[in-house]
């Protein structure tokens, strides 16, 4: 190590001389990098300056610019007290505009203005016949102004002159703005004249945060200085038409920025800008000298910076040979320093750390290693044995095994290069050991706590497999203990439940989550609490459940377990204050007697919870093969009603609604025809419920309406036409806009138009549903309840719903022999509601006569008329206009 070291002390002693060039050369890039980048940041400060006084005079310009435009609307003010007096030659104007009254009028137009300057009225010859500020007004004349001599002139002009002038009352130099005005002939009559002094911009450019060196002046086209901040008196007034600046700033229409020549000869920077709409341009300027001072104290640091670096640079040259001189030292202090940065290093390691050589004597032992098994540095330190080191251990309790086995593991050279082992200490920690033999015969161990480790990796398997809310098993867990029950099917036969919460989310919805979490954590704990000590329960995920059954010999054992299921979760429990109590739709798969792969045994399950579910929910079904065929079937109908949709396959047939009182026909129920073209007519029974359970209804109930609205807009006028509103529909929000814009394609009166819905619009969500009942009925649309009494009848909805109409089913009708009772509860209801009460399913005289006798309002059913196409139904309107012709 000593002889590389001065190996290298030597090499370095030759390159000296480069080390001195390379100092110059960068001392030579450091002064012309500064030079450089001095007149860099020059050019940019100019440009800064340049840019801050374009935005200055930019937005002067654009304030005096409206300013000035507002003062314009007190001229046209004056014009139309002219046009509205009808002073149409210069005599009347001179005569009327002279008069006191005329002044006074001035003075209150003016006063409510920001004072400016006076308003002064001239007459067609130039004189003073009246002002806003003096009455009675002097003897002035304005014909030597140049203003009044351009107007005169005979040559066209524009409606308003501006010129700077010294004012013949106050002798200061003020910026007129004159307007001619004509007579309906075209002949000046007389002229309007407002001044405004340079105080008032002075006034207005001193309230900005300028800095003091800062210029702004007003300078009109014709070059005389309108206005001046600072103020100068000398400045105002003075022509600088001549100066180079002026000229060019004419030569680009008033807008230019860069550096100027100022009138006493200094070099400025500063931009001017135009007015839009007047003869006047904004000028910002400030010394060069002030532009360029942040840039003059940056560059002394610059260069002051620069100089320090060529003298570090210096110095740091001048030290090398110093240092190679010393290098062998350097060396030496560089190897001792280094070790101890080893030794710092292996001792902060966070792994135990050891270093044998080929005789079993230790090398190295860091400080993490002891600390780790709690052993004496004294004991274990370099040269200690390691049958030593492990009798050691064994004293401290950190070692249980046969200490000569395993000391022999490591001391035969013919045994494995590399060996990583997980071993139990008798204290409960997890270690890590990993050893490696060198080419030598030692060998190196590292010996890591890895306890927290498995820790960390046990929970996180946990969380993988266990749902975070109840702490059941999750989906994935739940399929693996079930395939793996699948292995064993010749020796275990066992059930799957698939467990579907019912109402949950209108608990979930109504009390809100909290209570949704703590209803599910407590519906698991029943369910736990409800199977055998060798049966899995499992959270699929939201309010589905699963139960894997073992040992499940017979359906009766099933069975049993099911009823235990339903008188847990049907026992009302307490959820942070509330009492709740679940029901399910459970479906039921046995094993391997339904399948003998875990797909087809869980796709079993779940089509025998689908067929509880359609039974009512609140049930539970034993998988049959017919459920398989049945869902067949299903999908393969919500295809054809997908096809049905795109296609147009659906017709609508109308039945008749019969006033019970004349036997005329008041409206007709639209109803919707499926004509499948393979199956015929499928009945709205077998479709409907696919097509709300797949969200088609939602289309297809939009068609319904556009269809029936337009058939029935070709009806009589007194004729109505009654649509069915499925559920499914009402939760969309968006009903009101549906009807209202087939109300409009279609031109249909909405007083005609019906809604029927059911029960189970308002059990859904009664609140929501009355907004939207409310909005239809404000369209004018009637609202009809249908099938009444077959849901939950609640008399409530009666009270709180705008219903025009009930519906009574005919499964009442058709029992009128065993009682006639509900229906004349409902009827009695109606009438005190003044509702329309139809009594559907009438199909024979004496039906008709009973329900007419009870106070039915309508009658619907097959005595009258089945339901028909359009084309048929049209004719029963034409027959009914004629029997009230022939009546009449």
């Not at 005005?181 to 002229?191: D, L, P, T």
């Not at 809100?512 to 995920?541: C, M, Y």
């Not at 065929?629 to 296609?647: G, M, S, V």
């Amino acid at each position: 190590m000593l002889s590389k070291a001065r190996s290298s002390i030597r090499g370095r002693m030759g390159a000296i001389q480069w080390l001195i060039l390379c100092g110059a050369a960068l001392v030579l890039a450091i002064a012309l990098g500064s030079a450089y980048l001095a007149l860099e940041y020059r050019e940019r400060a100019i440009k800064a300056a340049e840019r801050d006084h374009t935005n200055t005079a930019l937005l002067l310009s654009r304030h005096f610019d409206q300013q000035l435009s507002d003062l314009q609307y007190v001229h046209k003010d004056i014009l139309d007290y002219v046009r509205e007096g009808g002073f149409d030659t210069a005599e009347s104007f001179e005569r009327q505009m002279s008069l006191l009254s005329t002044h006074e009028m001035l003075r209150t137009r003016l006063a409510a203005l920001p004072h400016v300057g006076a308003l002064n009225i001239f007459n067609k010859d130039g004189w003073l016949i009246n002002s806003s500020e003096m009455w009675p007004v002097p003897d002035l004349s304005i014909r030597d102004r140049n203003h009044f001599l351009e107007f005169t002139s005979g040559r066209a002009t524009p409606e308003v002159l501006v010129e700077p002038v010294i004012t013949k009352l106050t002798g200061v130099w003020t910026t007129v703005f004159v307007r001619k005005i004509v007579g309906r002939e075209g002949n000046i009559i007389g002229f309007a004249s407002r001044g405004v002094e340079p105080s008032h911009f002075q006034t207005f450019v001193a309230s900005l945060a300028l800095d003091s060196d800062t210029t702004i002046s007003m300078i009109h086209r014709n070059g005389t200085v309108i206005a001046r901040y600072p103020h100068e008196p000398a400045m105002i007034g003075r022509n600088v038409s001549n100066s180079s600046a002026f000229r060019r700033a004419v030569e680009n229409s008033g807008n230019i920025s860069g550096r100027f020549v100022g009138l006493s000869g200094e070099d400025k920077v500063g931009a001017v800008r135009s007015l839009h709409n007047f003869p006047i341009m904004i000028v910002s300027t400030t010394k060069t000298a002030t532009a360029l001072a942040d840039w003059r104290a940056q560059t002394r640091l610059q260069f002051a910076a620069a100089a320090l670096a060529v003298i570090v640079v210096v110095l740091i040259i001048s030290l090398i040979v110093r240092q190679l001189r010393r290098q062998h030292h350097a060396a030496q202090a560089l190897l001792s320093e280094k070790s101890q940065h080893l030794d710092t290093a292996i001792n902060n390691m966070t792994q135990g750390l050891l270093l044998f050589d080929a005789q079993g004597s230790l090398v190295i032992c860091n400080r993490r290693y002891i600390e780790m098994f709690a052993l004496s540095p004294d004991i274990v330190k370099p040269g200690c044995k390691l049958h030593d080191l492990m009798r050691h251990r064994k004293e401290r309790g950190t070692f249980s095994g046969d200490i000569d086995s395993y000391c022999a593991q490591f001391l035969d050279r013919h045994g494995d290069e590399t060996r990583d082992i997980v071993v139990d200490v008798p204290d409960g920690r997890v270690i890590h050991v990993i050893y490696k033999r060198s080419p030598d015969g030692g060998w190196a161990t590292t010996v890591e706590d890895i306890t927290e480790r498995r820790r960390v990796e046990a929970k996180i398997e946990h969380l993988a497999h266990y749902d975070s809310l109840t702490g059941l098993p999750n989906r994935a867990l739940f399929q693996q203990h079930a395939d793996e029950l699948l292995q064993h099917t010749a020796y275990t036969r066992f059930a799957i439940l698939y467990i579907d919460i019912d109402e949950f989310k209108r608990i979930n919805d109504s009390l809100g989550h909290t209570i949704g979490d703590e209803f599910l954590k407590a519906v698991a704990a029943r369910l736990h609490q409800s199977v055998g000590r060798d049966d899995f329960v499992a959270r699929l995920g939201g309010d589905e459940f699963a139960v894997v059954q073992r040992h499940a010999h017979s359906e009766d054992e099933v069975e049993a377990l099911v009823a235990r299921i339903y008188a847990a979760l049907r026992t009302p429990f307490d959820c942070r204050g509330h009492s709740l109590s679940a029901d399910a739709s459970i479906g039921i798969a046995l094993a391997p007697d339904h399948g003998g792969d875990l797909h087809g045994l869980l796709k079993c399950a779940d089509l025998a919870m689908y067929a509880a579910k359609a039974a009512g929910r609140r049930t539970h079904r034993l998988f049959e093969p017919s459920m398989e065929t049945e869902a067949n079937q299903r999908r393969a109908l919500e295809l054809d009603l997908r096809a049905a949709i795109a296609e147009g396959g659906f017709e609508l047939h109308y039945q008749p609604l019969v006033d019970l009182s004349t036997s005329a026909v008041t409206g007709c129920e639209a109803l919707l025809r499926w004509r499948h073209p393979r199956r015929g007519m499928v009945s709205p029974a077998e479709f409907v419920p696919i097509a709300e359970e797949t969200g088609l209804i939602e289309e297809i109930g939009d068609w319904v309406l556009r269809t029936a609205c337009a058939e029935a807009a070709q009806w009589p006028d007194h004729v109505r036409i009654a649509v069915n509103v499925s559920p499914i529909q009402f939760r969309t929000q968006a009903l009101s806009l549906k009807v209202a814009a087939a109300i409009a394609e279609t031109g249909l009166d909405p007083r005609r138009l019906e809604l029927e819905i059911t029960e189970a619009v308002l059990i859904a969500d009664d609140d929501a549903a009355l907004v939207a009942l409310n909005q239809l009925r404000e369209l004018g649309v009637r609202i009809a309840l249908d099938d009444f009494g077959t849901g939950y009848s609640s008399l409530s909805y009666l009270q709180r719903f705008p219903f025009d109409k009930i519906k009574i089913d005919r499964s009442f009708v058709k029992e009128l022999a065993r009682g006639t009772s509900i229906i004349k509860a409902v009827v009695s209801i109606a009438a005190d509601r003044n509702m329309v009460t139809t009594a559907e399913g009438v199909e024979t005289d004496e039906q008709r006569s009973v329900v007419h006798a009870l106070g039915c309002t309508q009658m619907q059913g097959y005595l009258f008329s089945p339901p028909r196409p359009a084309r048929e139904v049209r004719p029963l309107f034409a027959v009914q206009g004629e029997r009230k012709r022939a009546v009449g």
